[in-house]
């Protein structure tokens, strides 16, 4: 008999007694031995009651209370998605109890842009029990979430994956002041990723090109060299995210 069922067992009986449990004629039930030597209590009709404060011990060493047993393992099953808006996705999900053990649960990500699904977040019990969470992702293409459960063994089980796609309008990359001479704001269109800057004269050739790390500043503040007058264009470019150019006007 596992520990889990034994407590169940032991918590049935403490009921079954209607909140007492103790000897009968002087003999202690052959499942049970009483922890404490003495107990304090009364004696009606040959049997000697102690309240339901009292801890007994099992003869596997199992230490039952007297109140509720403890929580059931919980299962994670029915996973769902839904985009809010451009920056906010909601993942929601039910659960069941786990009849194969206790599970640590973490909530994952894959972009489109991404080759590997990363952490989220842990899923501590409570939030499990909220069934519901709310993710930050501005991300302007697909988006994969999964949730995946560890085993005490280190074996992983995973729910299925849902994916979610961001059709609300993305921001436009767009460069001020304009004209301008050497230093410029630019306003991207995402810098939660790694992005690359290039600014390019009408022939073409690249006059100037800077890479950024994520989270980047946005708007950007940026310094261009010393550059003749005239049209440029700045292109935005983030791993396999569609890229975008903007006008950028050098005057004198």
Same mark, same amino acid.
Do not use: M
């Given at each position: 008999m596992n520990l889990r069922t034994t407590r169940l067992l032991c918590y049935a009986l403490l009921l079954a007694y209607g909140g007492y449990t103790g000897t009968a004629n002087g003999q202690t039930p052959s499942a049970f031995a009483v922890k404490y030597s003495s107990v304090s209590g009364y004696a009606v009709g040959g049997y000697s009651i102690a309240p339901l404060s009292e801890t007994f011990e099992n003869a596997s060493g199992c230490m039952v209370a007297a109140e509720a047993p403890p929580p059931f393992p919980l299962r994670i099953t029915a996973l769902e998605a839904t985009r809010?808006?451009? %920056? @906010?996705? %909601?993942?929601?999900? =039910?659960?069941?109890?786990?009849?194969? +053990?206790?599970?640590?649960?973490t909530l994952e990500r894959r972009?489109?842009? =991404?080759? *590997?699904? @990363? %952490? *989220?977040? =842990?899923?501590?019990?409570?939030?499990?029990?909220?069934?519901?969470?709310? !993710?930050? #992702?501005?991300?302007?293409? /697909?988006?994969?979430? &999964? *949730? &995946? +459960?560890?085993?005490? !063994?280190?074996? #992983?089980?995973?729910?299925?994956?849902?994916?979610? !796609? #961001? =059709?609300? &309008?993305r921001p436009e990359l767009r460069v001020f002041p304009t004209p301008t001479r $050497?230093?410029?704001?630019?306003?991207?269109? !995402?810098?939660?990723?790694p992005f690359a800057l290039r600014l390019s004269d009408h022939f073409g050739r690249t006059v100037w090109a800077r890479r950024f790390p994520a989270a980047s500043a946005n708007p950007l503040r940026l310094t261009f060299p010393d550059l003749p007058p005239g049209v440029y264009l700045l292109h935005w470019s983030s791993g396999a995210a569609? +890229? /975008?150019?903007? $006008?950028? *006007?050098v005057g004198y």
């Open positions: 809010d808006n451009a %920056t @906010t996705v %909601t993942l929601s999900w =039910e659960i069941e109890e786990s009849d194969s +053990g206790e599970y640590r649960w972009l489109d842009v =991404e080759a *590997v699904f @990363t %952490t *989220v977040r =842990e899923l501590p019990r409570a939030l499990i029990l909220q069934r519901e969470y709310l !993710d930050p #992702n501005a991300h302007f293409g /697909t988006s994969y979430y &999964r *949730v &995946r +459960g560890e085993a005490a !063994d280190g074996a #992983n089980i995973y729910s299925r994956i849902r994916a979610v !796609d #961001n =059709e609300f &309008r $050497r230093a410029a704001s630019v306003q991207l269109p !995402d810098a939660d990723h569609p +890229g /975008t150019v903007a $006008r950028v *006007v």
